[in-house]
């Protein structure tokens, strides 16, 4: 016997009323933005007020250089463009 599809088990899945879910939560009716009888958004400013990502270092794709080659590209006094490849 193996593992039920996605599918077999989104059928056997009871869905709840998304009332009865925040109700669960203890999320408020201020804080939630009802989409259906199903789902809805909660106000993201819920709780403290404001939102702090924590990330680490970002990097970007390998090879690139520094600074955007963009950012060489300017116009002398006769308009011609400089700085393009």
Do not use: C, W
Not at 33 to 55: D, E, S, W
Not at 62 to 77: F, N
Request: proline residues 7%; hydrophobic residues 45%.
């Amino acid at each position: 016997m193996g593992l039920p599809s996605d599918i077999e088990i989104a059928n056997r899945a009871a869905l709840r009323s998304i009332r009865e879910v925040v109700e669960r939560l203890g999320i408020t009716d201020d804080e939630l933005i009802p989409y259906g009888r199903y789902k809805a958004k909660v106000h993201i400013a819920a709780g403290a007020g404001f939102l702090v990502p924590i990330t680490g270092e970002i990097m970007t794709m390998p090879g690139l250089p520094k600074h955007p080659a963009a950012e060489q590209i300017d116009v002398d006094d006769q308009g011609r463009i400089l700085g393009l490849f």
